[in-house]
């Protein structure tokens, strides 16, 4: 008898389920050992390890973001456009302001990212209390914002030499050799995931994305929730742009935060099958943004046409979605 319950168990192993929960960090060991194998004076030296996380780490400020927002079960396209307001803002402000002061940036930094903050508010409040769809109102919001940026700038880019060399130390400087973008990117995704997965409001979230009735049946407040994630997402999204302006050494009013959009959305839901499939989490957007850059950096030092970027982003997304949707079924 217990001959026959162990050989059930041996044949009865869940590979489905381990796929769905490995496959995506499988991928990314692969991967990496494959890139390393072809270019092993390149790819797997710290030098460009640095260089992927320093490429990848304005895209991951963003999608840490996303996910917050995604978590309660909420799309918001505006980030892209969040990403240009606090990247050209930013810029403009240290501009007009003429100051060198590191607390004069301070200043300018924390001015825009409360800005961006009240625009994000401004989504959930319009989201969750008039019931828009959060698909239509961000996008809704996105050409406001650009709009705005576009009126305000008159299409005219901030350049370095306006700008005090104490804010681009922000996107160019080091710290005991790491770049500060990557040591940003780390300290939100920390911060991020205490708080969704430490904290009460976090738990809440996870609640309201899992079943939004019995959340409020709980005594759970999706309005209040909203207006965080939203917030959240919008001040993300604009120190990523912030951080992209200080790295490139120039505020541009347009045709930053739309390189970042959609990867953005690509990598939240890559980690989506990651370890807990079919839910957001911090961790697993960091695998996204991880492998994104992998992939990326992978075929450029092998020489490989920049469209298999896209090709290979695309399939891996598919295949991400084909292994959260069987893991839903399985559950259901």
């Given at each position: 008898?217990?001959?026959?319950?162990?050989?059930?168990?041996?044949?009865?192993?869940?590979w489905l389920g381990f796929l769905a929960r490995w496959g995506t960090l499988?991928?990314?060991?692969?991967?990496?050992?494959?890139?390393?194998?072809?270019?092993?004076?390149?790819?797997?030296?710290?030098r460009n390890t640095l260089n992927?996380?320093?490429?990848?780490?304005?895209?991951?400020?963003?999608?840490?973001?996303?996910?917050?927002?995604?978590?309660?079960?909420?799309?918001?396209?505006?980030?892209?456009?969040?990403?240009?307001?606090?990247g050209y803002f930013a810029a403009r402000?240290?501009?007009?302001?003429?100051?060198?002061?590191?607390w004069v940036v301070l200043g300018a930094v924390l001015a825009v990212l409360i800005?961006?903050?009240?625009?994000?508010?401004?989504?959930?409040?319009?989201?969750?209390?008039?019931?828009?769809?959060?698909?239509?109102?961000?996008?809704?919001?996105?050409?406001?914002?650009t709009g705005v940026i576009l009126g305000v700038s008159g299409a005219r880019t901030v350049y370095s030499s306006d700008m005090p060399e104490s804010f681009q130390i922000i996107g160019q400087g080091v710290v005991l050799g790491i770049p500060n973008p990557i040591l940003i990117m780390i300290a939100t995704a920390v911060v991020l995931w205490i708080f969704l997965e430490h904290t009460q409001p976090g738990r809440n979230m996870y609640a309201i994305g899992g079943n939004r009735e019995a959340a409020r049946l709980s005594g759970i407040n999706f309005q209040k929730y909203a207006l965080v994630a939203m917030a959240i997402s919008a001040a993300c999204a604009a120190l990523g742009g912030l951080v992209a302006a200080a790295n490139l050494g120039s505020g541009r009013p347009q045709g930053v935060g739309e390189t970042y959009l959609l990867n953005a959305f690509v990598a939240v839901f890559i980690g989506a099958s990651t370890l807990r499939p079919g839910k957001f989490h911090v961790f697993g957007t960091a695998v996204g943004v991880l492998l994104i850059g992998v992939i990326n950096n992978g075929l450029s030092v092998m020489g490989v046409a920049t469209y298999w970027q896209y090709i290979v982003q695309g399939l891996i997304l598919i295949l991400a979605l084909i292994s959260a949707s069987m893991n839903s079924v399985r559950r259901a």
């Open positions: 008898m217990a001959t026959t319950d162990t050989g059930q168990a041996g044949a009865g192993f869940d499988i991928s990314l060991v692969l991967l990496i050992v494959i890139f390393s194998l072809a270019r092993p004076e390149v790819f797997p030296t710290l992927i996380l320093n490429q990848v780490s304005i895209l991951g400020i963003i999608a840490l973001g996303l996910t917050v927002c995604l978590v309660v079960g909420l799309f918001d396209l505006s980030i892209g456009a969040m990403a240009t307001f606090g402000f240290l501009a007009e302001l003429g100051m060198e002061s590191g800005l961006a903050m009240a625009i994000g508010m401004i989504n959930g409040a319009l989201v969750s209390y008039l019931g828009i769809s959060a698909i239509v109102e961000t996008l809704a919001m996105s050409f406001i914002v």
